[in-house]
């Protein structure tokens, strides 16, 4: 396993192929360190004894103990520690651990290339296990780019008036392919090794061109990230704090024509049409495995803002009056149910073909939903207990200033038992999740990143089976004799696989 200082050195040797506004940056550029010290706590914690059980597994190819960010899922237990693992390394970063997206796409391509395999005679499974070897020996952090710019909502990607709105084969060759596109809103690409493509969404017969999969090194030649990072004010007057040193890097990666070389293409609708379907499959799997992932980090989120209210709270001088508590008891609820989602589909999990367990859809995104629609509460909670001073808070050097410092302090002084320059730390630290440019990055992420909720509604609706559901109210209201037992509902990953079998069966 890499430390966090060979995976800078390593980022540093990468060719400059991003752009912060007209500027051509380094991997050792300030304004993308925040990103990189979140990722950090990925590499820090792996011998320590109080996480290495949740940090590390034991690799099913080489039989090497590697990062948890590098393992593919092989029973409930994985799929509980990935959980749990994010969980907690969230809460170390007051937010999203930002190395998920990587575990998520190796996941769901070690799913869907087994399954092309089986169906069409191809060797994906097998360049993904030698690429899988290569992720985990080299121990590497990955981004995965899924969404496309799109371009008109309603359309498909063929219908497009531009047709580079979806990512797509403009060539296939002898030795590789060209691909030519944009994905956008993608996470950590500046910090990460290796990038990992997959489609956005089901591709229909005239969509071949867009049904492609594939990974490169983030600064492999042609690709340009254009990036958007966030990050805090610094301290000047020595109030260092964790959390001050963190910041988020969201990027547009374009591919301007970008030679792909067999080995590292994992689907290619281009070279052939009837690898096209999967590109949907892989699509929903890659949101899947993230959506779950999501009830381990949102959890942490939700616990983070809720650590702050109560901290504010008390400094307030507020934390025993009966809404606070119920305030309070708000926050926890939501991470309790959100997380408990994802343990529920962990139980539920299925064994794929290719050995990868995948878990329940329905309970996935349900979790993943309620998540993103409460977020916004979440953030008003902490707003509201915290008064508005979190929007007003001059600046830091206002209060170590000779001539003002000690005003500022007295003027900011609430619950009596409290030091002024904690209440100063506590305000300071609620801006940063509140007002400041991240926090607004993480607002919506908490709302879009793994979807948006509409997309997890489409997944269960498509899941669930609302006409064996409707035989419960025929039941009690006469209209059907016979209620048979009725305990799993939804459709599992295991039928759905099974039912996509059927169908590629049928089309040969
Ligand atoms: C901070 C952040 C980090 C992210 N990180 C990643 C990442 O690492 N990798 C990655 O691949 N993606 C990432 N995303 C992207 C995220 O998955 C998308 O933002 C999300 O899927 C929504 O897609 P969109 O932004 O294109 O919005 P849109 O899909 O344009 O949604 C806008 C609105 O249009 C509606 N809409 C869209 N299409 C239709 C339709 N056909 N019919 C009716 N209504 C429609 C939606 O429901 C929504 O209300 C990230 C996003 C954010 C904000």
Not at 109 to 122: F, M, N, P, R, W
Not at 157 to 185: A, F, S, W
């Amino acid at each position: 396993m890499r430390t966090f200082e060979q995976y800078y050195e390593d980022l540093k040797k990468m060719k400059h192929n991003i752009w912060i506004g007209e500027e051509i940056v380094g991997r050792d550029d300030p304004r993308i360190r925040g990103g990189m010290n979140i990722i950090k706590e990925t590499f820090d914690h792996v011998d320590e004894e109080e996480y290495k059980d949740l940090c590390t597994a034991t690799s099913h190819l080489t039989g090497k103990r590697i990062n948890r960010f590098c393992h593919i899922h092989h029973s409930v237990d994985d799929l509980l520690k990935k959980q749990q693992m994010t969980r907690v390394l969230s809460h170390r970063v007051g937010g999203c651990i930002q190395r998920c997206m990587g575990i998520d796409a190796i996941n769901a391509l070690s799913v869907i290339t087994y399954e092309v395999d089986q169906a069409l005679g191809t060797d994906f499974y097998k360049r993904f296990e030698v690429y899988l070897k290569y992720f985990q020996e080299n121990d590497l952090v990955a981004s995965c780019a899924q969404t496309d710019t799109k371009g008109d909502r309603l359309k498909r990607p063929h219908e497009q008036e531009d047709p580079d709105q979806y990512l797509r084969v403009i060539e296939t060759k002898e030795d590789g392919i060209v691909v030519r596109g944009c994905k956008i809103c993608i996470t950590n690409t500046a910090y990460a090794d290796e990038l990992v493509a997959v489609p956005t969404r089901f591709m229909g017969p005239k969509d071949n061109d867009y049904a492609v999969a594939f990974a490169l090194p983030s600064d492999w030649d042609r690709v340009k990230l254009l990036v958007r990072p966030a990050y805090f004010r610094q301290s000047k007057y020595g109030l260092e704090a964790p959390g001050l040193r963190l910041g988020d890097v969201e990027t547009m990666i374009i591919f301007d024509d970008v030679f792909v070389p067999n080995e590292r293409v994992f689907l290619n609708g281009n070279a052939d049409p009837r690898q096209t379907p999967y590109a949907g499959f892989l699509a929903l799997m890659f949101a899947h495995y993230h959506r779950h992932s999501y009830t381990g980090c949102k959890p942490a989120v939700s616990e983070v803002i809720a650590s702050a209210a109560a901290l504010v709270a008390e400094y307030n001088g507020i934390e025993k009056t009966s809404h606070v508590r119920d305030k309070l008891s708000h926050l926890i609820g939501t991470a309790e149910l959100v997380n408990a989602a994802g343990i529920a589909s962990a139980y539920r999990a299925e064994k794929a073909p290719s050995g990868t367990y995948i878990p329940d859809e329905i309970l996935t995104n349900a979790g993943r939903r309620l998540a993103g629609e409460e977020i916004y509460n979440e953030y008003k909670i902490l707003a509201d207990l915290s008064g508005g001073i979190v929007a007003a808070l001059p600046f830091e050097g206002s209060f170590f200033a000779k001539d003002v410092g000690e005003l500022a302090m007295k003027y900011l002084k609430r619950n009596p038992r409290v030091d002024p320059v904690n209440i100063y730390r506590c305000f300071r630290g609620i801006e940063n999740m509140l007002v400041a440019d991240l926090a607004g990055v993480m607002q919506v992420a908490g709302l879009h990143g793994g979807g948006s909720p509409q997309m997890e509604t489409i997944t269960m609706m498509a899941r669930y089976d609302i006409e064996k559901l409707k035989d419960i109210a025929k039941y009690l209201f006469g209209i059907r004799k016979k209620l048979h037992r009725y305990d799993r509902p939804p459709v599992t990953p295991r039928k759905m696989l099974e039912k996509f079998r059927k169908v590629m069966e049928l089309k040969k």
